[in-house]
Structure formats: C-alpha cells, structure tokens
C-alpha cells in the first residue's frame, strides 16, 4: 500500500537514471515511498502516470529528506488527497532542483497541491524547478500547497508569492 515501485525505510540509496511509470500505491508513493528518516538521492529520472490512492502520485517522504535533481514528474495523480507528484509530511526536508512539474493532479474534491503539498512541519525546497499546468480540485490551478523553506527561480504557472525570482509564465 505504500511505494507502487519502491519502498525506502531508513534507508540512503541513490537511484539514478530510471523510469519510474505507471506504478499504483492503495495508500501513498505511487512510484516511490520514503519513510522513516529515510534520505534517498534521485538523480536524473522520469516519474510518469503514477498513481497513489491517497497522497503523493509519484512520491511520498515521511519524516525524511530526499534530495531530488534533474528530475521529471509528469501526469502523477494523488486519488483522494494531497500531492498530485509529491507530498512531503511530518518535518521532512526535501530538496528538488532543477526538477519539471508537469500535468500532475490531486484530483479529489479536497485534493491540494498538484505539483507539490507539505505538511505537518515539512519544508521543502526548489531551485530551478519548473511547475506548469498541474491542478487541484480543492484550489484550481495550484502548483504548490503548504509551507516551503524556499522556492527560488523558479517557474511556477499561477505565481508563487513567498519565494524569490519566481516567474509565473515561460
């Protein structure tokens, strides 16, 4: 029920150059699961049509901190709840730089963020991040949902108010 194609618990690993497609989670991490100070690399891959029944389509860190790069995460879906591509919750700390967000959805009528939600004290960060027609049912068009420790250039579509050099169009 967690990690469609992964699971990480506590663990380091570095996963590099991978398609990580159509995976299903019933509970959250379509693709990828991270929990338990888990604090993986991920470097240069694809998450694409994966599915989580409740949150994070592509990925799921619980009380970790991934560190995200170069990464593409396209038509991810979050069922019933958060993170269309990715939720962090409970004070995780992920990092995506240089990342595209494209056409992923939390599509449940309560459903936030659907490029990225964090919550319960998670903070995480973009960098050179591209975050363009992603949606959530609950707020149309948002690409981001909950607090970040920075969003800085970056493009996100719709604007982002609490970051810096942020453009809201290419």
């Known amino acids: 029920n967690r990690g469609g194609a992964i699971f990480n618990a506590g663990g380091s690993p570095t996963i590099r150059n991978c398609v990580i497609r159509a995976n299903r989670a019933s509970w959250k ?8 100070s888990a604090s993986p690399r991920i470097l240069n891959c694809t998450f694409t049509r994966n599915v989580a029944g409740y949150y994070g389509g592509a990925i799921s860190t619980d009380a970790g901190s991934a560190r995200i790069e170069n990464c593409t995460f396209w038509q991810n879906r979050a069922v019933t709840y958060d993170g269309g591509a990715v939720f962090d919750q409970n004070h995780s ?4 730089t ?7 959805s939390a599509s449940a009528t309560n459903g936030l963020g659907g490029a990225i939600r964090s919550k319960y004290y998670s903070r995480p960060t973009l960098l050179n991040c ?19 420790s920075s969003v800085d250039h970056c493009v ?15």
């Open 29 to 36: 991490g379509g693709g990828l699961a991270n929990e338990s």
């Open 93 to 96: 700390g992920s990092t995506f």
């Open 98 to 104: 240089n990342c595209t967000f494209y056409e992923n």
């Open 156 to 170: 996100v579509m719709g604007g982002w108010a609490s970051g810096t050099n942020i453009l809201n169009q290419d």
């Open 130 to 148: 591209i975050c363009r027609y992603n949606s959530a049912y609950y707020n149309v068009g948002e690409q981001l949902s909950g607090e970040f």
